[in-house]
């Protein structure tokens, strides 16, 4: 007997369970192709970010000191992402000091950097033939930071006035480093004075404990040590080298020739990216310092504020800044910096500034005009 007069027979009605089973099995069919798709959505979506994330260029980056206040200038195009619109993936690094951050872009530890313009021409000097040598390609600070800080009671209110007098600094301060060229704008014979070295941390302390008549340092960072330490403003002299005969240079962007050869449009790009970063940091020194709160959160915000107000007012916005126009540099100028430092520093050869500045990767002058 076939089997479906079989099952009339029995008296059982299976259609619905045939129809049941079917409808399961179609349901299952739908529900591996949902899985498919969505593990196929997934693995697209993770691809996507692959690829955007190869589709970077990467740029190791150092600043030359601590995350502070003027080190805004970077951090907040980093949080608002002017950087990644640009394509790029920018790591940025506090450093400790400018000297080291040329050792490593040298050596390609860092791509690019943030360093003085003296510890840039004193590698040329003592490096003639290193084969991947840091190029300047943006001024930021036109003039040193670099000052002279004693306090009032030490009778000290001229350069003439150090003459006899105890200084200290740490062996690689850039002040201490280019006292020379002051001394020789200022009169003073170099010989006639004794130097003490310390630690950076125990610069200020050392004033004001009496154990030093004057130190070096970056204005910004010095002046706010000492209040720090119980000196108010109108008890202590402040010399900056620029107000008195010193026409250095102070921090530029750097970045590795090998590089430069390499990422040309990458360089460009940051450079872009940081001229926008910059223009919000001048407008608002306050958000400025909430991204480098973001970085570092035990930082003083107010204390941080006043920092980078001190250093845009003295070395980004100084009058020779505005004249020559942020970013930019004087080649005269640029050439009297590298034949003194030559001189004061005792490199091994002259230092030919032509080599080591270019200005080929800054943004157009519409976008470098943020001085106003």
Known sequence: MPQSRAVRQSGVDFSHGVEHGAISMARRRLLTLGAILGTSLVLSTQFAGYAH????????????????????????????????????????????????????????????????????????????????????VMMVYNNTPAAILALKKSGIRTPKDLAGKRMGAPVFDAGRRA?????????????????????????????????????????????????????????MVVLPYPQYGVKLYGNAVIASEEFLKKNPEAVKAFLRAFTKSARDVIAHPEEGIKAVKARDGIIDEKLEVRRLRLALDSVVKSPDAKAEGFGRISKPRLSLMASQVADAFGTKGRINPDVLWSDAYLPGAAELDVLR
């Open 179 to 235: 006292f020379p060229i002051f001394a020789r704008a200022n009169g003073l014979q170099t010989s006639s004075f004794n130097w003490q070295a310390m630690d950076p941390t125990l610069r200020e302390t050392m004033l004001t404990r009496g154990d030093l008549d004057a130190i070096t340092g970056f204005s910004f960072t010095s002046i706010l040590n000492l209040n720090a330490r119980g000196v108010k403003d109108e008890d």
């Open 53 to 136: 994330a190869q589709s970077l260029t990467k740029i190791r980056f150092q600043l030359d000191w601590r995350f502070e206040g003027p080190s805004a200038l970077f951090l907040l195009g980093e949080q608002k992402g002017y950087y990644k619109a640009e394509k790029l993936d920018v790591a940025i690094d506090a450093g400790n000091g400018s000297g080291n951050v040329v050792n490593r872009i040298a050596s390609g530890t860092y791509d690019m950097g943030f360093a003085d313009m003296a510890s840039v021409m004193e590698f040329y000097g003592n490096n003639p033939d290193a084969k991947n040598k840091p190029v300047a």
